[in-house]
């Protein structure tokens, strides 16, 4: 999934997107951006239990309706788009599937990102849209995925796609390297352990976009040099934020 760029945009941020594989500067324990996530990953395994878990959260969280940070306003006629974000175990640990870009793209080349694209008329739904697309990029069958939840739409930098990012647990154990990318779009496929994002030495506090002003991480990746950011890193942390607070175990109450 990417947003619309140009070739020089693309040139003129790589130099912010990349950093060593730590985050230049940490990010700070009183953060209030750091504590949002809680102070460690909500599970350990993906049981049943812990599959439930999730989908609860997601779900509750979602029926309270959208947050004023991400109250966003689109170019009409926008066009539907949407991501999965995958969780799957990878060596053991439950961990967070990523692709990064292949760097000959026109449009965020070499970038990291999930599986995702625009809408096709013959989408049965927008879930539909996000297990296509994660199919033909990295060949994971849409059998192999439980849709858990997802979140409110968010808009490319231009406002012209509303992407929705949808939140899917992968049956069985997966290694990455061994995924059949399509190499037309991805360079490669990887995964990283959920307890990677709540490490404040990979996290860098940033601000989502000049226009919005959202503090949020940037984090590190398994590669030296290359960080999540941008419109990604807004999808993983409000996902984290999500099933790592209590208070989404429950419905919100009605109001009377």
Not at 45 to 56: G, I, V
Not at 80 to 104: H, T
Not at 117 to 127: F, H, I, P, V
Request: proline share 7%; net charge positive; charged share 25%.
């Amino acid at each position: 999934m990417s947003q619309t760029a140009t070739k020089w945009h693309i040139v003129k941020q790589a130099a912010s997107r990349r950093l060593p594989a730590a985050a230049k500067r940490s990010i700070s324990k009183e953060s209030q951006v750091w504590r949002a996530q809680g102070k460690g990953p909500p599970i350990a395994a993906l049981s049943s239990k812990d599959t439930e878990l999730l989908s609860r959260r997601l779900v509750n969280a979602l029926a309270r309706g959208t947050p004023r940070h991400m109250r966003f306003h689109w170019t009409q006629p926008a066009v539907d788009a949407a991501v999965l974000m995958l969780l799957c175990m990878a060596n053991n640990q439950v961990s967070v599937l990523f692709q990064e870009r292949n760097n000959q793209l026109a449009t965020h080349g070499g970038e990291i990102c999930f599986a995702g694209g625009k809408a096709d008329s013959t989408d049965r739904s927008l879930e539909h849209t996000a297990l296509r697309e994660t199919y033909e990029e990295l060949g994971i069958p849409e059998e192999r995925v439980r849709i858990v939840g997802r979140l409110p739409p968010v808009p490319n930098k231009t406002g012209s796609l509303r992407v929705h990012a949808m939140v899917g647990v992968i049956c069985g154990e997966v290694d990455a390297g061994k995924l059949k990318v399509n190499r037309d779009e991805v360079h490669r496929a990887f995964a990283l352990p959920l307890a990677h994002f709540y490490d404040p030495r990979m996290q860098e506090e940033v601000m989502f976009r000049s226009s919005h002003r959202i503090p949020i991480p940037a984090y590190a990746s398994d590669k030296p040099g290359l960080r999540i950011w941008g419109l990604t890193a807004f999808m993983l942390h409000e996902v984290l934020c999500r099933i790592g607070s209590s208070a989404n175990d429950y419905p919100p109450t009605p109001r009377i």
